[in-house]
């Protein structure tokens, strides 16, 4: 068999300095890591593990500048060991990061072989998600659908442009000390957060797990003191007995349900009798809009009025309607920046709230 040695090679150029685009990148790279079964832990005797075997082990951490790892990449070879380095450097448009995975290729068995890997298992996956169906997914999933990263915990924390909404939907269910509220879709715990200073009591549920995180630490206290219950679960599967909750509420995760009729089911099966439950979401006019942006647009369920009643009652819910409330004085009664308010100003005929009872 040939022996064949050669460096794969990536690089990028993203926003901020060494340092900033060092901590954003490791952080990244943990949770992509963990996501394809792999386990990072980062730091000058950090490691990369799969299961119980110790793929990467660190060999140089030099912060905002350079990571090495002693990579062995066959647990069928022991003595097989490559080196995997991360750089970062200053550019003219903020910091080149790089990564060389070096005298890689030892095991494949000739050239053809290190020529199929390469093209299958490198460039193939960097074509489909750079071509425009994964791409406007991962965006799509990124900022909105499923929020992952930094920022969005941040910004699900405090989703301003989502305040209009929260307090639309307040106003149509009225909780009180006396309700257990769910919000199906919870994100940072925002909505939950000005729902819990009602008196009342609540659940959220997420199906991503850093909105779930990010919602635990916005509402800490709450948590801690029993009136507050997080989980991590879809829409169509809550984790919650018959009847446990007296309203429920849904804001900008309708559109993006995969059976918007099975949700409603399962909110109506948790909902007691006579319980309430608002909707607020987009009608087809939004699409393009910032409301409703690409790609996101691309990917959302948009329904009529008419729509969203029919799924209502099919559910079981039996008073239902949709309204189209005026957002710009609830952007005011949030106390948002007037230029935050003046995109709420104008025809509110694109926002539907569907109001219903059990």
């Not at 926003?15 to 060092?22: E, I, M, S």
Request: charged residues 25%.
């Amino acid at each position: 068999m040939a022996t064949m040695e050669t460096t794969v090679a990536l690089s990028c150029v993203i926003a901020g300095d060494p340092a900033a685009a060092f901590d954003a990148f490791i952080e990244e790279l943990g949770e992509s890591l963990a996501r394809q079964g792999l386990a990072f832990e980062p730091g000058p005797n950090g490691r990369v593990t799969e299961g119980d075997l110790e793929v990467g082990r660190i060999i140089a951490w030099d912060e905002a500048k350079r990571v090495e790892l002693d990579w062995r990449q066959a647990d069928w070879e022991p003595e097989e060991h490559t080196v995997l380095e991360l750089g970062f450097a200053p550019a003219e448009d903020g910091t080149a990061v790089t990564v060389e995975h070096r005298g890689f290729g030892r095991l494949c068995w000739d050239e053809a072989e290190l020529a199929g890997w390469f093209a299958d298992q490198a460039v193939a996956p960097l074509l489909a998600a750079s071509a425009p169906r994964r791409l406007g997914d991962w965006l799509t999933d990124r900022a909105a659908r499923r929020p992952s990263g930094r920022r969005q915990r941040e910004s699900y924390k405090d989703p301003v442009y989502h305040r209009p909404s929260f307090g639309a939907v307040l106003d149509a269910l009225q909780p009180g000390p006396d309700d257990v509220l769910l919000e199906v879709g919870c994100g940072g715990g925002a909505f939950l957060q000005q729902a819990l200073a009602s008196g009342c009591r609540a659940a959220g549920v997420d199906h991503s797990p850093e909105m779930v995180r990010a919602a635990a630490e916005l509402n800490a206290d709450a948590l801690s003191a029993g009136r507050l219950e997080l989980a991590r679960a879809g829409a169509d599967a809550l984790p919650f007995g018959d009847d446990s909750f007296t309203c429920a509420a849904m804001m900008q995760v309708f559109f993006f349900l995969p059976d918007p009729a099975a949700a409603l089911a399962e909110v109506r099966r948790v909902v007691r009798h006579g319980g309430r439950l608002a909707v607020f979401t987009v009608s087809e006019r939004a699409r393009g809009t910032p409301a409703s942006p690409e790609p996101m647009a691309s990917r959302s369920h948009y329904f009529t009025d008419e729509e969203l009643v029919e799924l209502a009652q099919a559910a079981g819910f039996a008073e239902s309607r949709v309204g189209h409330p005026d957002l710009e004085p609830y952007a005011r009664a949030a106390g948002l920046p007037d230029e935050v308010v003046a995109a709420f100003a104008g025809d509110p005929v694109d926002g539907q709230l569907l109001v219903a009872r059990s």
